[in-house]
């Protein structure tokens, strides 16, 4: 599928987001949201205080209003507690959206993911349902240093039981959103917090609308290479394919969306088209998304390949705080270019 | 604890006959056990009263969480024994169609919404499901089961904190059987009772005799009272104790004496109520043989089922992983 | 409470200027980071005096750690204004050469283990600080330091339980500054008080005036005292504010009101410790504004360090990920 | 490096791992270790119990006895409390091995792992020690179903910061104790339980013995196909290369050791020789260890190779309880032999 961009209703990422969460819970009373601040000050009615934060990035903004605090919770800081929760009301008749605010806080957390969310479904011989939505906030670039700027999807990716999605701009914001809401499995949704930031650019349709479950879009179509991104680097693929056009090099761009299922096939059609791949991935390189590409292309298209898989990753280290530490640790267009020489080399 | 609490016949009758027939079923498992068929199992023997004198309170949909050590759960919930003890033998006919086995034994239909595997876990679930009844505008309740090791992990007080500010219809009820593995609750827990940590989060808390199902049945009794009325959690330490080792293959005698097992042995919480039966002259010798007899029966049924039951088809290993996955 | 120590005036001194630095410091950054310079600060301003009573009684072999919300720690516990400016600012003359920043401002050779950017995550640490000290033998103790919102964190609880029943010389110092970003305590906190969790694990708690100086010195005094004689943990819940929004671009008064912001200003640390120095005659009108005038220079030359230090070299990107990897 | 073993001293893993401990804590006062029941009973010396458990697998029996309570702690189930605590003490002057039962368990306390242990070092610029050991049970096969089988060493791999070494027989299972013991990084070192059921059979030395971080050894050389296993998966390829030796097949079996740092260059030696490679692992399939040396042979020996790397790993699949499920689930020698054929084809 390519996507063609008609240009008329822009929303940023915060807003196509948040008016998904609005219209999934004016549809389903079953949805309701909590987290960290997703109304802030919700404690303080009597002071005429109900909403203040909207959520650490604003995405939940001006719900609780219209909802009310028994669907838009404030929680204290007790991931393990609120998550677990979300777990409990998913298998009994709701269908929670719940925050993780940094994906690097999983470690407080996870047992209720991976042990209770992942597994209930297959531990219990299929009888039960976990309609459950963590959505997770992720990524470099903001100089938070170490412990809130990791990506991490792999390790969720990992598990049986988990599906893992990560938008790449504010349409498939949205589309992502209302199809892990309506969706009866749990599911993980990474939002990387500079795509966050960037001014309303993508058309976002007013109704609601779904995306297909475990399928990757091609945003742009060429012939010599292939790029592989998801989310951010998604988005410096785009960038790097333009770069790359005006050397006279044309790349044919996966955006993936979805980590597990992962659209082996897509990735697969292209590198049998281009002969040539280069996989971008923000996350950890060992043991990453990343390496699950390159393996995935090196065992199953290995008599397309003309050239080995080449992977652009940060390095082996955890994320600095110092900016020009920080550049150089993260995924850009620039690299992305310089491994599409070697790989053409 | 003096009972004031009038309970009727049926309900006494039916107390008896649900522990009773959870230990006949704790003591097939150890033969099945024993014979290889199922491992990893932590037998409830001892600790019977504790979950049927709150489950006495309980309907269909009301929901009950578990630990590792959760026959006696979900017996007295309702499960059908014939699924649970085939579930235990890995067959395709168990509660779980042999995938959980004995730590993960669940049954949505019933409120049994799982025995748990990792110590402290389904604490925030229960929150979670009594969440989710207010949400739902029901006057469901949720009783979590728990140990005394697992008080020591920080998922209970995060949910004793949600349950406090969102006044949930939550019970905690902690099984103190004085050991957690071989650690015991004098090394392993601060404070002058685990009951005592509630007030800290403007919990009522009460400790109660573990081994007495009337007393469990009435302090259960005004927890689930409370939690329907919307008045919210009550957290329960249940002073009990596990007669075999952890899992089977430990000798307890390595880390705890035969005077304390004596001790607790003599308080049975079965031979309790055997005695109060028929002091009270709810049930004649004869009916409690009956009764006695039929838990028995039931076990046999449930153990000759299981053995007759087929193993799953090695293609069941990759479903129901999800509900759909293109 | 009325303060029953006497302080000796060196002390008093030392205290309210290292008050006054941090209040110094924490208004440069706020400028560095208006300019673009630094990212991702949370001010300590209104919350100075809770380490500066406590840290006054301790060694450099003595440890702190803190939270997302530490350079109040850092300062208190000696660390170098020049390097923790520089580390602000990302240089390589930073007291983490620059690799970590605001949250994670270290320094072992002053015993402060480490702001930590996780909520409630640096709490065990310090329990196995305390540990440390004890099974090495000495009498060093350990000084954890977090908010109302982070003492909703089962690790808060599991911390307290080792504490309690290992009784280890650790410090739990709770500073309730009455919100966790937007969230205020009467929401989040189920109970009387943050103190009163500690009773649960036998853990003798205080709930101090965080804003009063006199006040965290005597009670840090008494809860120092108790660790190194080996008598165990102590809580304080010291009741503070933060001025400033929670990182700097959020609004506060979108979640609390101007009342309750003049309320606790009305009440500041710096001012009523100036009083209480004039009053008691322990320095005069000069000697204050000497004390005034150098934490100003110390700071303004701390600023003008960081800005002349280089920035790391990007090959530094990937050395101290490991003391060793083959 | 060709291992021949001298069949004059055999333990079995536990035993050998016990004596590890014992000879390190006799070495070294800063040593201590921790743990839920690794004592067992320890709270009860005034009835004359002391010792009990010595761990769930027996792997700290007696110690106690020798080192006093102090150094042979009992903890409470509270594994983020005591794995911080080891954190905090590897920080100040010890050298903590600390148990975590079971892998499965990482959720509960992964965030003192990967958030503090991992990073505090880089965090700090360098200017602190973590000598932690933290040692962990891990592997199917026992009928302990989903929330106690895993095996999860890709998901450490994946964090900069964490060293991870998976033994895979007594003699190596003593070398890597001692080795993490004395190693300033913070280690993990994942046992499987199989393997810990084995009777005696390896030669283990008495005296103290370290092995180098990071290095492979070649239990077996042959030419025909390169088998990459590690921990109980290394054990299986032994045993395939015994029926492969049946079919004329030759393999070279490299038995991995550590997951972090990686021993690429044995891989690619061994792979650079036989032309063909199947990588054994008992990890979930995505991102996983198995990806990322599938990833590496494909990036790096891309010119090497005859036919496409081949993986043996276990479905996407939460572990089953039912025996016939369990056994269907895991890797076996067999599978190995099948997975050899094909890429021999
Ligand atoms: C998080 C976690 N840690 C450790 C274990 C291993 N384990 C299983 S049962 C148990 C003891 C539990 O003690 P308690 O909570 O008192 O329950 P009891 O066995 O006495 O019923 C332990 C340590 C586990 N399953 N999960
Ligand atoms: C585990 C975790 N959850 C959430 C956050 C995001 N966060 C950072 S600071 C903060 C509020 C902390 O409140 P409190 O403990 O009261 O400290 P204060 O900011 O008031 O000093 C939150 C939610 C985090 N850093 N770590
Ligand atoms: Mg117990
Ligand atoms: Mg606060």
Redesign the pocket.
């Known amino acids: 599928m390519v996507t063609t961009e008609t240009e008329t209703r822009k929303l940023s990422y915060i807003q196509a987001v948040n008016e998904a969460l609005r219209q999934e819970m004016e549809r389903d009373p079953a949805v309701f949201i909590m987290g960290e601040d997703i109304a802030g000050g919700a404690g303080r009615e009597d002071q005429g205080i109900i909403d203040s934060w909207g959520g650490p990035m604003r995405l939940t903004k001006g719900l609780i209003k219209q909802f009310g605090k028994e669907r838009v919770r404030d929680t204290p800081i007790s991931e393990a507690g609120f998550i677990g929760a979300g777990v409990g009301a998913a298998a009994t008749g709701l269908r929670p959206v719940v925050e993780l605010m940094y994906v690097s806080f999983f470690g407080v957390c996870s047992d209720q993911i991976t042990n209770n969310a992942a597994k209930m479904h297959y531990m219990f011989g299929g009888k039960i349902k976990l309609p459950l939505t963590i959505m997770t906030g992720m990524g470099a670039g903001l100089a938070t240093a170490a412990q809130h700027s990791e990506t991490l999807y792999s390790i969720f990716t990992h598990f049986p039981g988990l599906k893992c999605a990560v938008p790449s701009d504010a349409y498939t914001g949205k589309g992502i959103m209302t199809t892990s809401i309506r969706d009866d499995d749990p599911v993980i949704i990474f939002q990387n917090r500079q795509l966050m930031g960037l001014p309303a650019s993508t058309h976002v349709p007013e109704d609601p609308y779904t995306l297909p479950i475990g399928k990757a879009r091609i945003t742009r179509e060429g012939s010599d290479v292939t790029l592989v991104g998801i989310g951010f680097t998604s988005y410096l693929n785009n960038q790097a394919a333009d770069l790359l056009a005006a050397e006279g090099i044309s790349a044919d761009v996966v955006d993936l969306l979805w980590t597990s299922p992962l659209d082996e096939e897509a990735i697969l059609d292209s590198v049998q088209k281009t002969r040539k791949v280069v996989i971008v991935d923000e996350d950890y390189p060992r043991c990453s998304l990343a390496t699950d590409i390159s393996a995935l292309v090196a065992e199953q298209g290995f008599d397309y390949l003309d050239a080995p898989p080449k992977r652009v990753s940060p390095p082996h280290t955890s994320v600095p705080y110092s900016q020009p530490l920080e550049a150089a640790y993260m995924p850009t267009a620039e690299k992305v270019v310089e491994a599409v020489r070697e790989v053409m080399a | 604890m003096t009972i004031t609490t009038s309970i009727d016949n049926d309900k006494l009758l039916w107390m008896y006959q649900m522990m009773v027939t959870i230990r006949r079923f704790e003591e097939q498992s150890k033969r099945e056990a024993d014979a290889g068929k199922l491992r990893g199992m932590?037998s409830s023997v001892g600790q019977e009263a504790v979950p049927v004198g709150v489950c006495a309170h309980l309907r269909d949909d009301d929901y009950v969480l578990g630990?590792?050590?959760s026959h006696h759960h979900c017996i007295a919930k309702g499960l059908d024994l014939n699924a649970m003890m085939a579930e235990l033998l890995g067959k395709s006919t168990g509660t779980n169609k042999g995938k959980g086995g004995t730590m993960h034994i669940a049954d949505i239909n019933k409120g049994m919404l799982g025995a748990n595997?990792?110590?402290?876990?389904n604490i925030p679930v229960a929150a979670g499901v009594g969440l989710s009844a207010r949400i739902r505008g029901t006057d469901q309740v949720s009783v979590v089961f728990?140990?005394?090791?697992?008080a020591n992990?920080g998922t209970l007080h995060e949910a004793m904190n949600l349950a406090g500010i969102w006044k949930l219809p939550t019970l905690f009820v902690c099984?103190n059987?004085r050991?957690?593995?071989s650690t015991p609750v004098e090394y392993s827990v601060s404070g002058e009772s685990i009951a005592e940590r509630a007030s800290g989060y403007n919990i009522p808390s009460v400790i109660a005799d573990g081994q007495n199902v009337l007393e469990m049945y009435e302090i259960g009794g005004e927890a689930v009272r409370r939690a329907r009325a919307g008045e919210g959690p009550t957290f329960i330490e249940a002073q009990t104790y596990?007669y075999n080792g952890?899992f089977g293959a430990d000798n307890p005698l390595t880390y705890r004496t035969q005077e304390e097992e004596d001790y607790y042995e003599g308080r049975d919480c079965v031979e309790r109520m055997k005695a109060h039966l028929s002091q009270t002259k709810v049930a004649t010798e004869d009916e409690i043989n009956e009764i006695d007899k039929k838990a028995l029966a039931t076990v046999e049924e449930a153990a000759r089922f299981a053995d007759d039951s087929p193993f799953p088809d090695p293609e069941e290993l990759t479903t129901d992983v999800y509900i759909s996955y293109p």
């Open positions: 932590h630990t590792h050590r595997g990792v110590v402290g876990s728990f140990g005394d090791g697992a992990q099984e059987n050991y957690a593995e596990r952890h």
